[in-house]
């Protein structure tokens, strides 16, 4: 099968630039707006999944901006804000990733904003303002933090690769993957649990981890990361023979990836 040809540079700089400025503009809300008594508005998947208001204030911000410039475009956000679109063109977003961290006053959470066209990923966009970084990648063009050409991280001996994961909220599911940490832990050189995909798959593309994987992740948790990952020099994915999906998601870098998801693979990692 032939790989699909790029869109125009004129439509993917508009997208990166669109992209650009919805997650500086959701940022700053977030990092200037936090009230002191900041609290839960909401939950999700469980009583620990949970949504401030400031989630809100974000994500009603970035489709306001995002119609406004590109009113023919799809949208899918993560607090409930869904349209079709008609352009071939759509938003894929997290208002804020790691909204635990957040609500804690931990900087490791984010704006992630991806720009799909006909359902492939062309441009995405993490900001994580508590830590100062901006990331950003377009398709076939590499990826940037503040405007630094990244790359993975060389990889080090299976045993001497440091790995990054993240839990779901659901209890069940929690339990199931605390044995696959369990397995895993003892093999590996170590393992971080930053509380914010987006953020672990970028660290991926800057070379700050040699691995991550995470069961559960949703398209706006993952798009503007995978992509970023990917055009850093990492191989993402999922499950063997499959791409990153809400199963599992892996990135790393190469000769640490195939370990990695084969030892995930034998642990069933995706399943109860």
Excluded at 82 to 88: A, D, K
Excluded at 132 to 137: M, N, P, R, T, V
Excluded at 199 to 215: F, K, M, N, P, S
């Amino acid at each position: 099968m032939s790989t699909p040809a790029l869109p125009d540079d004129r439509l993917l700089d508009d997208l990166l630039d669109v992209a650009l400025d919805v997650a500086r503009q959701a940022g700053v809300l977030l990092r200037d707006g936090r009230p002191a008594d900041l609290g839960v508005a909401g939950t999700k998947s469980s009583p620990v999944d949970v949504v401030t208001e400031m989630d809100l204030a974000s994500e009603k911000l970035i489709v306001e901006l995002i119609a406004d410039r590109r009113p023919e475009d799809g949208y899918l956000g993560e607090e409930g804000s869904e349209r079709p679109g008609g352009s071939g063109v759509r938003w894929v977003v997290d208002p804020l990733d790691g909204t635990v961290n957040y609500l804690y006053g931990l900087p490791s959470w984010a704006v992630s904003v991806a720009a799909e066209v006909d359902g492939r990923a062309v441009v995405g966009v993490v900001y994580a303002p508590a830590r100062g970084e901006l990331f950003h990648a377009v398709l076939g063009r590499g990826a940037r933090l503040d405007g630094r050409p990244l790359a993975a991280r060389p990889a080090p001996p299976w045993g001497q690769a440091l790995i990054a994961t993240g839990f779901n909220y659901v209890q069940p599911v929690r339990v199931r993957q605390a044995e696959v940490l369990l397995a895993l832990m003892p093999e590996v050189r170590d393992i971080r649990r930053g509380g914010a995909a987006a953020v672990d798959l970028c660290d991926v593309a800057a070379g700050r981890l040699d691995g991550y994987y995470e069961r559960g992740l949703a398209p706006w948790d993952r798009a503007a990361g995978c992509l970023i990952a990917t055009e850093a020099g990492a191989l993402v994915g999922g499950r063997p023979g499959h791409g990153p999906d809400g199963e599992l998601t892996v990135a790393a870098a190469p000769g640490v990836y195939q370990p990695l998801q084969e030892r995930l693979a034998a642990l069933r990692a995706w399943a109860d």
